[in-house]
Nanobody
Framework: QVQLVESGGGLVQAGGSLRLSCAASGRTFSYYIMGWFRQAPGKEREFVAA????????NYADSVKGRFTISRDNAKNTVYLQMNNLKPEDTAVYYCAASRGLIESNKDRAYAYWGQGTQVTVSS
């Protein structure tokens, strides 16, 4: 099993940047992909980005391509989401998640464990 703890959220002005972190502990070798999702009030949870622990292959939602970068530090068992040029529509609770699979990384059904979430608020 895996435990996930997100951090780094906060309040930022439009055009600013934030870096989110997700610290993983436990049997991380059983979970090949780490993903970031977000959920705004009254909206469905949506995929943001995903990365493989091994090799570092990435996948991004179209809405964040060119602005967000997912990365990982295998030695620290930590995944990051660098968010640049933030927009008010990026406001949401951001969650990291761990998947045993190697496909469907953009689907929440592929993920077995989830963090508690961290709030990101972007002001106009």
């Amino acid at each position: 099993q895996v435990q996930l703890v997100e951090s780094g959220g906060g309040l930022v002005q439009a055009g600013g940047s934030l870096r989110l972190s997700c610290a993983a502990s436990g049997r991380t070798f059983s979970y090949y992909i780490m993903g970031w999702f977000r959920q705004a009030p009254g909206k469905e949870r949506e995929f943001v980005a995903a990365i493989r622990w091994s090799g570092g292959s990435t996948n991004y939602a179209d809405s964040v391509k060119g602005r967000f970068t997912i990365s990982r530090d295998n030695a620290k068992n930590t995944v990051y989401l660098q968010m640049n040029n933030l927009k008010p529509e990026d406001t949401a609770v951001y969650y990291c998640a761990a998947s045993r699979g190697l496909i469907e990384s953009n689907k929440d059904r592929a993920y077995a464990y989830w963090g508690q979430g961290t709030q990101v608020t972007v002001s106009s």
